[in-house]
């Protein structure tokens, strides 16, 4: 049973750029959400999607979108990059009835310069 | 706005000890809590959950116990080895974390 994946797992990017991180739930799983996590900090929630569509959003930027697919896959898009989202994207799967119920990717780390 | 707190930042141990990791919620209306591992770098790591009709879930060495009233969670970790050294995470059913605990238990 595969877990969560993300790719990629490393990006480096220039200020002003634009990003594309995707994430693939938990076998079963219907919702995904993304959060941001700064170094030494607790994961921050940017959004969730179940159905295609944002269903719930965190206090980011509308920099910050997002797009969910038919076989609940996920991307996270971040346009007009600034040296302050470089940080760890993780993504989590969860099912619609039990949304409390986590479980995590590996993550992406994005460094912007 | 749900803030969470979690005591203490971090905590350096001998290996064998045993370990109590402290949550707290600002709203206290927490119905199901989960705590995570993390490893630097790394991803999240699903420890306990405890939901909405529990009070605490027990795995292994690991127990977890969530006062609803006060909106407190207690983590225990009972004889600490050094694969325990991570950072513990909390979170409640809204998506907002802590900043974590980091543990480093010495051999």
């Known amino acids: 049973d595969a877990g969560v994946t993300q790719s990629p797992t490393h990006l480096i990017k220039t200020r002003g750029q634009q990003v594309t991180l995707r994430c693939s739930p938990k076998?079963?799983?219907?919702?995904v959400s993304w959060y941001q996590q700064a170094l030494g900090q607790g994961p921050q929630f940017i959004f969730q999607?179940?159905?295609?569509?944002?269903?719930q959003r965190g206090n980011f930027p509308d920099r910050f979108s997002g797009h969910q697919f038919p076989n609940y896959s996920s991307e996270l898009n971040v346009n007009a990059l600034l040296l302050g989202d470089s940080a760890l994207y993780l993504c989590?799967?969860?099912?619609?009835?039990?949304?409390?119920?986590?479980?995590f990717g590996p993550g992406t780390r994005l460094t912007v310069t | 706005k749900q803030e969470v707190t979690q005591i203490p930042a971090a905590l350096s141990v001998p290996e064998g000890e045993n370990l109590v990791l402290n949550c707290s919620f600002t709203?206290?209306?927490?119905?199901?809590l989960q705590w995570f591992r993390q490893d630097p770098g790394k991803g999240l790591t699903s420890l306990l959950l405890?939901?909405?009709?529990?009070r605490e879930q027990t795995s292994g060495r690991l127990n977890a116990s969530l006062d609803k009233s006060s909106g407190r969670s207690t983590l225990y970790i009972a004889a600490s080895q050094p694969g325990d050294s991570a950072t513990y995470l909390c979170?409640?059913?809204?998506?907002?974390f802590g900043p974590g605990t980091r543990l480093s238990v010495l051999p």
């Open positions: 979170t409640g059913q809204n998506f907002v």
């Open positions: 076998s079963g799983h219907d919702t």
């Open positions: 405890i939901q909405s009709s529990q």
């Open positions: 989590a799967s969860s099912q619609s009835g039990k949304l409390y119920e986590q479980y």
């Open positions: 999607y179940y159905e295609e569509e944002e269903r």
């Open positions: 709203d206290s209306a927490i119905y199901n």
